[in-house]
Structure formats: C-alpha cells, structure tokens
C-alpha cells in the first residue's frame, strides 16, 4: 500500500505544478505478424538492471500462458528516479515490426536497443545498437522506419531504416526535444512515448509532465523528421500513452487528468482534443485497444479500465474496471483480439484476462515474472 500510495501522490505532485490535479492497436501490443512471425507467444521483458532480459511465453488456445525460454538482450535495464512500479514510465519499450518479423528491446541502463528476429515463441538476437541518446525506453515501426525515444539529457529522437533484418541508424535523423533535463521527479518528468500516427507521415512524442504537450514531427517520403516538431500544450493533461485512432487519430491516456482523450492530429501537425472520458481511477498511464474497445492501465489503483469506442472516435463509453495485481502498467492483446496481458509492475506480475464480448474481461490467472519487478515492454501474438 505503501508504495501504491507513492506513485499516486508523485503523479499528484507533478500536475499540482501544472495547475491541474493529478494507449494495441498499440504499435507495441498489436501482434500483426508475418506467417513467419509470432504465433501463440507472449514476449515480456524484465528491464533488470543487473541485465535486460526478454522472457517468452507460450500461449494457450484458453489465453493461459506458460514459460518456454529466457532471452538475455546483451544490455542492462535502468530505473527512473521516483519510480515504483514503472521503472522506465513509458510505453512502447518492447516493440514488434510485424513487416521484418524483428522484436525491439530498449536497454535502458546501456543506451542500446537490441533487435530479435521472432519465429513463433522464439527468439534469435541479430542485433544491438545505439539509441542515438541517454536512457531509450519507446520504440515504434512503420513499414521500413523504426524511431527510437531517448528519455532523458532533455529527451531526443533517433531513427533508423531497416535492412535484411538489422536496423541502421541514420546520421541526419536525430532530433534533441528540448525538454528541462533538471525536472524532478524523473518517472513524470521524462517523455513517455514515440509512435507514429496511423498512416505513418507524422510521428508524436508525449512529454508528460515536462510541458504537459504532444510534439509532433512531420515526415518526408524517406521517413525524415522535420527540423522541429509543431507542439500541442495540453495543460493539465500530462499526455503518458496512446494508440493510433485510424489514419490521422489518437486515443490519448492522460495521467494529469485520469482521462482518456481522443485527438485529431492535423496535417501541420498540430494536434486538438475531440472528447474526454474520465477513467475515475488514479495515475491512468498506458492504453491498448483492440476492436473498438480500448483498456487504460492505471498504476496507482491497480485497475485496467475498458472503454467503448463509436462514432470515429467521437464518443467514449466508459464500461467499468478490472482489478489487477499492483501496479498495473503495460499491456498488450493477443493477435486473435480474445486476450488481453497486463504488466503489473510492483511484484513483477503478468496479469491474464478474457476478452468478452461486451467488453468486459475475466481473470484466467498470472505469471510472475523472472526478475520482473518494475519491468515494462509486452508484445502478445
């Protein structure tokens, strides 16, 4: 309880400085593979400090999941300062591009991402390379462009081409996002996510509580960020996590607000907010969606929220809330869209649900996972 009540009072914290109290269709959850791809696997990686590991999971035709092996990523996981339950406070760290069949693991503590390729519930390393910046922690894919998220120094971008199953960096493609690197606590005051929109020729970054903003990068056809990126203030909202809403659409989990917002991305890349829908929970961080249902983690009263979708993205219906082990942070669902896997980041705790039809979820059972206390990065097939 003690440490529940942390998370929720620094999130409290970081909003009441902004005036304000305190996500898959995810490009990180999806599971869209090749035929060559994923299969009946979850991956789930540990973010160890003493070293980074991906553990895999078989899954079961019922959802239920058993371990089949442990991969090492050859780097080290790191840990914000103030961080409980999220050591990395970010969503996106473990990343499959379903184009390549490759899996990306952020190597928080090392400054390196390394590249799996995946072959059902297997793991063969291919790669490991420099974030381009200190401390990554987001990773997202579109087609042949990979982006890399860099958390702290005042956060920055680097980006990568992919070719014959390794990433190469290109020089020109590294952008400094200018946030306040003295900012305090680090877990809401570094950026929490870079992904693309859903039609890939703009990419966005939330900053959380340092601004409190969307940045918004406009792409050329080779996949190059713009000089700058346009800046959406959001106040109050401390922007965490979101999930494309078609081509040019966000949904938007807002910590500050404990909401989930749908927002349009224009083409200028400046972004506005089309509706709200408040979650009623504490510290609601992290979004997956599947269908036109979304679930909105919230780490500070250990509950997935479902959320029902209509109208493009218009109307928000708030279904009700699933309890969780504590401190529930990532999730992911499976590619057949009837299962969903919540990270659950106090005791390192995999949580695993039903889907049901009218939205709701049921409780299959967990796996506790090896060195996985604090851990983020989910990918489910």
Same mark, same amino acid.
């Given at each position: ?30 599971? %869209? ?19 980074? %590991? ?147 020729? %703009? ?179």
């Amino acid at each position: 309880m003690q440490k529940l009540t942390r998370i929720a009072v620094a999130t409290a914290l970081a909003t009441a400085a902004l005036g304000a109290p305190a996500a898959s269709a995810a490009q990180h959850g999806g599971g %869209q593979g090749r035929p060559d791809g994923g299969n009946h696997a979850v991956f789930v990686q540990n973010d160890n400090p003493a070293g980074n %590991q991906v553990i895999a999971y078989r899954r079961a035709d019922d959802g239920r999941l058993t371990p089949a092996a442990t991969y090492d990523t050859h780097g080290l996981g790191g840990q914000l300062d103030g961080s409980v339950a999220d050591h990395l406070a970010s969503q996106g760290s473990l990343t499959y591009d379903p184009w390549h069949a490759l899996l990306y693991a952020v190597n928080a503590g090392s400054d390196t991402v390394t590249v799996f390729s995946v072959d059902g519930d297997r793991l063969t390393l291919r790669q490991v390379v420099d974030s381009g910046g200190r401390f990554p922690v987001s990773v997202a894919v579109h087609d042949d462009v990979v982006y890399v998220l860099n958390a702290l120094d005042g956060g920055s971008i680097q980006g990568y081409t992919v070719h014959a199953g390794r990433l190469r960096a290109e020089s020109g493609w590294n952008r400094r996002l200018g946030l306040d690197p003295n900012a305090t606590p680090q877990f809401t005051n570094t950026p929490g996510q870079v992904g693309f929109t859903g039609e890939g020729s %703009q990419l966005v970054v939330t900053t959380k509580a340092n601004g409190s903003s969307l940045l918004v990068f406009n792409l050329d056809r080779s996949g190059a960020p713009a000089d700058a990126p346009v800046v959406t203030s959001l106040p109050g909202a401390v922007p965490f996590a979101f999930v494309p809403d078609g081509a040019h659409g966000l949904f938007l989990a807002e910590a500050g607000t404990n909401a989930v917002a749908t927002l349009v991305v224009h083409r200028d890349g400046s972004a506005s907010q089309v509706t709200q829908a408040p979650t009623g929970q504490s510290a609601t961080c992290w979004i997956v969606g599947v269908r036109d249902l979304l679930y909105a983690s919230n780490a500070g009263s250990s509950t997935l929220t479902g959320l029902r979708t209509a109208d493009r993205g218009r109307r928000l219906t708030v279904l009700g809330n699933t309890p969780t082990d504590p401190g529930t942070v990532d999730a992911a669902v499976s590619s057949n869209g009837r299962f969903l896997y919540a990270q659950t980041g106090v005791n390192g705790i995999v949580d695993e649900f039903a889907i049901n039809d009218d939205g709701s979820l049921t409780a299959l059972g967990s796996q506790t996972v090896p060195g996985g206390v604090g851990g983020e990065g989910i990918v489910a097939f």
